[in-house]
Nanobody, 124 residues
Framework: QVQLVESGGGLVQAGGSLRLSCAAS????????MGWFRQAPGKEREFVAAVTWSGISTVYADSVKGRFTISRDNAKNTVSLQMNSLKPEDTAVYYC?????????????????WGQGTQVTVSS
């Protein structure tokens, strides 16, 4: 049974930092892309960042470029999201996604597996 478990969410003041982690179990994702998405209340799930299987190539949503950094550790089957200079508009439930193969890394339907999500709240 494949499981993705996120951790690291919480409450932080604007300008602060958080680091999200996602641990995968049940299979290895070392040959597929992994990513992070987020969903705020009343809004659709949106792409945040993705990293290819090698960890060499990354892609970010324009809204987080320069502030967030995605990374992965294939030996540990984990993916992380370092979030700096957080803004109130970053408040959302953040989801880890895995198993994407192909070029549509910003599209939720490209991913086969999802975590349960972790809440990130940024106060002003």
């Amino acid at each position: 049974q494949v499981q993705l478990v996120e951790s690291g969410g919480g409450l932080v003041q604007a300008g602060g930092s958080l680091r999200l982690s996602c641990a995968a179990s049940g299979r290895t994702f070392s040959r597929s892309a992994m990513g992070w998405f987020r969903q705020a209340p009343g809004k659709e799930r949106e792409f945040v960042a993705a990293v290819t299987w090698s960890g060499i190539s990354t892609v970010y949503a324009d809204s987080v470029k320069g502030r967030f950094t995605i990374s992965r550790d294939n030996a540990k089957n984990t993916v992380s999201l370092q979030m700096n200079s957080l803004k109130p508009e970053d408040t959302a439930v953040y989801y880890c996604a895995a198993g994407a193969i192909g070029s549509g890394l910003a599209v939720p339907r490209s991913y086969a597996y999802w975590g349960q999500g972790t809440q990130v709240t940024v106060s002003s």
